[in-house]
């Protein structure tokens, strides 16, 4: 009952840590920070079941004593982020999955790799079902992040075939909640944190284009059950709820009373038009569906990130 979570002090790690303890595990949480915040571990400090250790997970991954689950995790995953850090982007996915799997079959541990429903693309199908194979431009901008996770697929795949290692594959779909950093280029906290600073809500092309928004708790609820099934290949997971950005933008307003008006930009390249996950192999294999609604969630998460820019505001 030992795991290790790679990019374990991230929005999405931090949080798989809590529902890991909260299970029995101990739990050894791993990150270079470039993107994480060893802060989201803050209130862990003194768990004895707990460790956090600064690493970068494309050199080789040692860990004395046991391990029974390995959790890869790390990754850049907003667009800012995996544009400011393509070649880092492309060796977490390529080198550090290979490490880690390598980590995993040493061990005789289980992995999960995170995913993402980047590796639709620009999708001509929707919802998107995991036999959907995709529509990824292999040189565009933000390839150094599709085709990272495409190989780190293929890559875990070729360990569960080749070398008999029980794996698992996550395709997370857009989340949001607690410890998202502000103004990370994603579009909730991009919409918060102009709002709360008193600049216009820039919504990128005509605002058409669409996202399915599932909680945190939930993500992590669907991640925790996948890695305990006997399911090999990729699963969505994710809220099927859609809704086009701009439309999103005027929720996120609403909650503002001074916020400024909806400004447009150009739409980046590559952008998907089309954001939904078809969730039936997760409804049928895992018996997972999300139950936090996005007015629910979205009062969590805006109290939080006030709390958070109020700090930030002091600070500064």
């Keep these: 009952m030992r795991a290790v979570v790679t990019g374990g002090a991230?929005?999405?790690?931090s949080h798989l840590c809590d529902r890991l303890l909260a299970e029995g595990w101990e739990v050894l949480a791993l990150d270079n920070l470039i993107t994480g915040d060893e802060g989201n571990l803050r209130h862990l400090k003194?768990?004895?079941?707990?460790?956090?250790?600064?690493?970068?997970?494309?050199?080789?991954?040692?860990?004395?004593?046991?391990?029974?689950?390995?959790?890869?995790?790390?990754?850049?995953?907003?667009?800012?982020?995996?544009l400011k850090f393509p070649?880092?982007?492309?060796?977490?996915?390529?080198?550090?999955?290979?490490?880690?799997?390598?980590?995993?079959?040493?061990k005789g541990a289980k992995f999960l790799l995170a995913s993402t429903s980047e590796c639709y693309g620009d999708p001509d199908v929707s919802p998107q079902s995991e036999s959907y194979w995709g529509h990824v431009n292999p040189v565009g901008p933000r390839s150094v992040y599709d085709e990272a996770k495409r190989f780190a697929e293929a890559i875990t795949m070729a360990y569960h075939r080749y070398h008999d290692v029980d794996t698992h594959i996550v395709r997370i779909f857009n989340t949001y909640g607690p410890r998202m950093r502000l103004n990370d280029g994603r579009a909730l906290p991009n919409f918060v944190?102009?709002?709360?600073?008193?600049?216009?809500?820039?919504v990128y092309g005509d605002g058409k284009q669409t996202r399915s928004f599932c909680y945190v708790s939930d993500l992590i609820d669907g991640i925790y059950k996948l890695s305990q099934s006997n399911e090999h290949f990729p699963t969505n997971i994710g809220n099927p709820t859609e809704l086009t950005i701009y439309e999103f933008a005027?929720?996120?307003?609403?909650?503002?009373?001074?916020?400024?008006?909806?400004?447009?930009?150009?739409?980046?390249?590559?952008?998907?038009?089309?954001r939904r996950p078809d969730i039936t192999k997760a409804k049928r294999l895992l018996g997972w569906e999300p139950k936090v609604g996005l007015e629910e969630g979205l009062k969590y998460t805006l109290d939080y990130f006030k709390e958070q820019f109020a700090k930030n505001s002091v600070a500064r």
């Design 10 to 13: 991230g929005f999405l790690g």
């Design 250 to 274: 005027e929720r996120i307003r609403s909650y503002f009373p001074n916020a400024r008006p909806i400004i447009h930009e150009p739409l980046p390249e590559d952008d998907p038009k089309q």
């Design 46 to 82: 003194g768990n004895p079941r707990f460790r956090f250790e600064r690493k970068d997970v494309t050199e080789p991954v040692r860990v004395e004593g046991g391990v029974g689950y390995v959790f890869h995790l790390a990754s850049p995953a907003s667009p800012p982020d995996y």
């Design 87 to 106: 070649l880092e982007t492309l060796k977490v996915g390529s080198i550090a999955t290979m490490n880690t799997l390598e980590l995993a079959q040493s």
């Design 193 to 202: 944190f102009q709002a709360l600073s008193g600049q216009p809500i820039t």
